[in-house]
């Protein structure tokens, strides 16, 4: 081995994500029988864990897909949020996955989707799609999860370091504190909380009580009274729109709406596609979209409506999982209409049918927005945390941990906040 790889295999031994154990030394020969190998390459053992790694979606697709029936996982790691994330984008920027499998004998227990990114001379080791996603975390077995301690998951880890190209930096964000209810071990143990936390409502059966416990009486008579006014524009009515062509075109006006309210308020737009050069819309865009045209699309995105008469008055664009409504985008035009609180009657609708539906939870992802706090009873602590493995590296490193830190305190400074935001109206309207 030449000497700079001696140096890379140091580093990495080194440099692990968390405090590293002894690493154990185990039969390198995967075991017979296991399903889905032939797809990754066996990358090593630990604690009875047989690990594999694959370089490609294509190859794990299936596996992941066959996972997912039985597994815990956030809406941002599903195969098909990944896969159309992976068109629309992230394989043109540069993104090539390193998707780890873990197995305990014949069974599938986890799957890390990471990927390796390399820009600006550094190379990056970060969770897929991490750019877009409100949650950054694994698939995991709900059963694995209850027992996986801190320690093996530093084992694995080590493991992954050891297997993965040569990288500068380990950069993970939007990380929740729980994976199945339980602690998220695979966090590192110096990994610090976000600039902003999710929000969430954990549901109840029963919709009248449940409501009434979120509101009382006088707001829900004035959200009756603005429907009753509303309705008296036009004809009310409420619509999961179905037709892939008006999914799309709904998603898109979701986006028109929700670019020009963020561009009045002078917050940051992840919609802008001006600011990042795409002519046919952000990344973001551009991944719903093909989401939305997917085949089973309609079982992973819904696109709900309220109308006035002819006229759509609010969308609200959500990611659906097993037991989970995920509110992705909620947008209403600024028209005459705001009065009436067309999107508080959306959100209302869709909560009403959540809880019917028998959902366990109303998710608003992440994002520290007032109406956001005001509705939910749960809020999910996100953490970040990078890591240097080399020069280039730690330096990339305390780039990310002082830009995370300067968020984090402008957030808590309101005049600072309104000034940036005000030069950002200025800065949109010179634009």
């Known amino acids: 081995m030449s000497a700079k790889g001696t140096q890379q295999e140091a580093q990495k031994a080194h440099c692990s994500p968390g405090p590293m154990p002894p690493v154990e030394i185990e039969s390198q020969a995967p075991i017979a029988g296991e399903v ?17 790694a694959a370089r490609d979606l294509e190859s794990v697709a299936d596996v992941w897909r066959e996972f997912q029936g039985a597994a815990w996982f956030t809406p941002f790691q599903d195969i098909a949020w990944v896969e159309a994330w992976y068109a629309a984008g992230g394989r043109a920027n540069g993104h090539k996955p390193f998707v780890v499998l873990g197995y305990e004998g014949c069974h ?9 990114q390399r820009s600006v001379g550094v190379a990056r080791l970060i969770w897929l799609g991490q750019g877009v996603n409100d949650y950054n975390a694994p698939l995991i077995d709900a059963a694995f999860a209850a027992r996986c301690e801190r320690a093996l998951a530093d084992k694995i880890w080590h493991r992954v370091l050891n297997a993965c190209d040569a990288i500068d930096l380990i950069e993970f964000t939007k990380q929740p504190e729980r994976v199945a209810g339980e602690p998220n071990r695979f966090i590192n143990a110096a990994a610090v909380t976000g600039s902003c936390s ?16 979120l509101r009382g009486s006088k ?54 596609a001006f600011a ?23 079982r992973r995105l819904r696109v709900d409506g309220l109308y006035v008469g002819d006229d759509v008055a609010a969308i609200i664009i959500a990611l659906v999982g097993p037991d989970c409504y995920s509110v992705f985008i909620t ?12 999107g508080t009657i959306l959100l209302v609708k869709t909560m009403q049918l959540a809880v019917r539906a028998g959902l366990s939870q109303y998710d608003f992802l992440a994002g520290d927005e007032a109406y956001k706090m005001d509705w939910c009873n749960e809020q999910v602590v996100l953490y970040d945390h990078a890591h240097g493995l080399t020069v280039k590296g730690r330096w990339a490193a305390s780039v990310s941990r002082s830009l995370l830190w300067a968020k984090k305190a402008i957030k808590g400074q309101p005049k600072t906040m309104e000034l940036l935001k005000n030069i950002n109206r200025q800065r949109l309207k010179l634009r």
């Open 219 to 272: 707001s829900r008579r004035r959200l009756r009274e603005k429907a009753n006014k509303l309705g008296r524009v036009g004809r009310l009515r409420f619509k999961c729109e179905k037709r892939p062509v008006e999914r799309c075109r709904l998603i898109r006006q979701a986006i028109a709406w929700k670019s020009e309210q963020l561009q009045r308020s002078g917050d940051r737009n992840p919609f802008d």
């Open 108 to 116: 599938l227990r986890f799957i890390l989707p990471l990927a390796v």
């Open 36 to 52: 889905g190998v032939r797809n990754a390459d066996f990358i090593g053992r630990t604690s009875g864990l047989s690990l594999y």
């Open 331 to 342: 947008s209403h035009p600024a028209n005459g209409k705001m009065k009436y609180s067309p």
């Open 276 to 298: 990042s050069d795409d002519v046919d819309g952000t990344i973001l865009e551009r991944t719903l979209v093909a989401l939305a045209e997917m085949p089973d699309g309609q």
């Open 198 to 213: 999710a929000h969430l409502i954990n549901l109840q059966p029963g919709w009248k009580d449940f409501y009434a416990s």
